[in-house]
């Protein structure tokens, strides 16, 4: 899943407190903000010319991306520039690109805690005016909840690039006790009677999805692989694998539910001259 290299390894967001202001007034501490959701994180200012507002419709154009296959992240703006971005500006701007996006403020010392625990950059150029500039990074930032930091993105990502990065963060693996807990339930609604000989010489490698609430997606059932050169015999040894993933997963399957992740495909190996699953 990495986009970027970090020496050491992947960040975690340090053992810092701050708190920020949100556009709602309501006050957001570093935990309020990394231990609810996971959250795509972005530093900017509503002045900024060009590049914040591009970069925050690329951003939340990525989070409808991730809605649309179940994937529930936050985007969230902080602003670098208190005393020009008050909670009803950033209120107005933020709503301009997703109504869930939230917008973060406060102190120059709160902001700057904020910015050094996301290890982002942030200067004010120098102007004789109230038409000042920042210079300041422009890379999104990935939160998970028990993690903190896990990512920074390449601003030139495009928003169906970074979707799939983050994404792919958030899709994991069942645990091996899940897994055997899967291969038990299906094992059961598992008949190859009325498989031909060669169908019962044949083993099939079958891919499928699990919401994180257990519930199977039936549309998902596809072949991934087949011992047999014989369409035949792999068409039935599929469809005998196929009914039992269907009937068992009618109700669901009782696996733990996660509020954070969704499950990679899941590919099981039905071999009838084992009589199990691998």
Known sequence: CRSSVFRGGPPRL????????????????????????PSLIYFGYTSCPETCEADNRRNATAVEL????????RPIFISIDPRRDSPQILKSYTDLFHPRMLGLTGTEGQIKAASEAFSTYFKKQFSSTDDYQFDHSTFPSLTIPNYGLVEFFRRDLTAAELANNVECYLRKPLTISERNQLRNAISSCWNTGSLSSDALKTSVDVEFEISKEGKLNPSSIKLALSSSSSESATTQAFEAARRAILRCGARGFDLPIDNY??????????????????
């Open 14 to 37: 340090p053992n810092q407190n701050f708190e920020l202001l949100s556009e709602d007034y309501q006050v957001f501490d570093s935990s309020s903000i990394v231990g609810r959701q």
């Open 66 to 73: 991730l809605e649309s296959v179940g994937i529930d992240i």
């Open 261 to 278: 992740y969704l499950r990679e495909p899941i590919i099981m190996t039905f071999d009838p001259r084992k009589m199990g699953l691998d």
